[in-house]
Structure formats: structure tokens, C-alpha cells
Nanobody, 121 residues
Framework: QVQLVESGGGSVQAGGSLRLSCVCS????????MGWYRQAPGKQRELVANMTWLEETMYADSVNGRFTISRDRANNAHFLQMTNLRPEDTAVYYC???????????????WGQGTQVTVSS
């Protein structure tokens, strides 16, 4: 069973920083992409940042230059460092992985439980 456990959310003032962590309960046989999404009240879930297995990164325009995605291969974890936070960054943040659990598995997407980030002005 693959589970993603998130931590690191909280409340900060505008201009502050937070670091989100996502730990996968087991190493996947093949990892294709890892990412972070967010969903604000009344809005659709949107991609914030992702990283491929080749460590190519992509960021939403709204966070480019402020957020950084990274990984820790040894501990099956990936992170989102968020700096210069703005009130419009307020949302529930979800981590995501896409890969093969075993050599016989189908490509599957896994999600964390979500962590609240609140930025006050």
C-alpha cells in the first residue's frame, strides 16, 4: 500500500516562508513525476510545481521564482519550499506521485491528504 504523508502547513503573514514535506511509505519501482497541487475555496485544484524522474522542474507562473520543489531520494520524500508568500497562496496543498509500485503494476497516481496553508496580509 502506497501512502503519501504531508506535513509543514500552517499560518504565516505575507512575505513569510513555509516548507511542505511529503513522504512516501515505500519506494516505487519506477517514479515518473512528483508534484504539488493546491486548491483554494471555490476554485479548482491547480498544479503548483512538479519534478520528473530526471529532475526536470516546472512551476506555475504565479509561484515561479518564489517556490522550489526538491526531493530526497534516500528517504522517498519531496518538498516544496515556499518563500515570499502572498494571501493568494492560501489553499490546501496536496502532494502527488505518479509511478509504478512494482514491475508488474500499472501507472498509478497517488495523493497526500492535504495540508492547509494560510497567508494573512
Amino acid at each position: 500500500q502506497v501512502q503519501l504523508v504531508e506535513s509543514g502547513g500552517g499560518s504565516v503573514q505575507a512575505g513569510g516562508s513555509l516548507r511542505l514535506s511529503c513522504v512516501c511509505s515505500r519506494r516505487l519501482y519506477k517514479l515518473f513525476v512528483m508534484g504539488w497541487y493546491r486548491q483554494a475555496p471555490g476554485k479548482q485544484r491547480e498544479l503548483v510545481a512538479n519534478m520528473t524522474w530526471l529532475e526536470e522542474t516546472m512551476y506555475a507562473d504565479s509561484v515561479n521564482g518564489r517556490f522550489t520543489i526538491s526531493r530526497d531520494r534516500a528517504n522517498n520524500a519531496h518538498f516544496l519550499q515556499m518563500t515570499n508568500l502572498r494571501p493568494e497562496d492560501t489553499a490546501v496543498y496536496y502532494c502527488q506521485l505518479e509511478g509504478l509500485q512494482t514491475i508488474l503494476s500499472s501507472r498509478t497516481e497517488y495523493w497526500g491528504q492535504g495540508t492547509q496553508v494560510t497567508v494573512s496580509s
